[in-house]
């Protein structure tokens, strides 16, 4: 029996396989979580100096880089991982997820500061969620497309969270990875290329529109350019039909979360709450159970 054969058999090693895979991509999501927006917010930074140096005409070419720190290499692989505290580096041992961080019980091995419970919690919602994919799809083309859009989901919405910003470095991806996908005509994806290509115009425009009318009746910006771009790419993967179901239950999710938070922590209502996370747990929900929840809606038309 090969490998294949035995995922295809046994469902529960095919979900258990996908688990321990996933705790590691898990893993490494922490690593983008925290060095995506530094990446990004070195790039602006660096941008900006070159647009300065190019508007000061009359200087001298000597002088241009003046302003620009020169930084030492910064990416999702170097430098590595080290603790923020003592600077001591984490080696392979400490960096095995979950384990590592119970069997250290939250604390450097090096100096004992605290590590944040959110790196395990991370790695152990990416493994579930993805477990549940596999569960849902099987050992199928449809099952690898949808755990690649959750690690995405998972990824942009705790740096929504963290910085209010949908990195386009991910939304984009996503979408053209979803409108290239729907080209297998419901060999991967079980949309038509039609279907993709307005879900991800519509996505866009729908939002885009929200935004617009919102802004002008109130003064206020209600959403980012990084929400357009994230339903966008949520239609593209899961076509027009899923758009009004995804917004509906993004909104009853927001409102939900929004008020627990209003109520337990007595948040500000005037401070900014992403509102990607909703988008991406909408979009998630949508994908595994999106016809079936559609279907029961009309069912219960009908009587
Ligand atoms: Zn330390």
Redesign the pocket.
Known sequence: MTITELYAAEPAWLIGSVFLLSLLIGSFLNVVIHRLPIMMEREWRQQAVDLLAQKDVGLKPDLQDDGAIPLPKYNLVVPRSA?P??G?QITALQNIPVVSWLVLRGK?A??G?PISGRYPLIELATALLSAVVAWHFGFTPHMAAALVMTWLLIGMSMIDVDHQLLPDDMTLPLMWLGLLLSLFNGAVLPITPTDAIIGAIAGYLSLWLVYHAFKALTGKEGMGYGDFKLLAALGAWLGWQQLPLIILLSACVGAVVGIALIVIRGRDRNLPIPFGPYLAAAGWIAMLWGDQIVAAYLHSLQR
């Open positions: 603790c505290s003592c001591a450097c090096h100096c500061s």
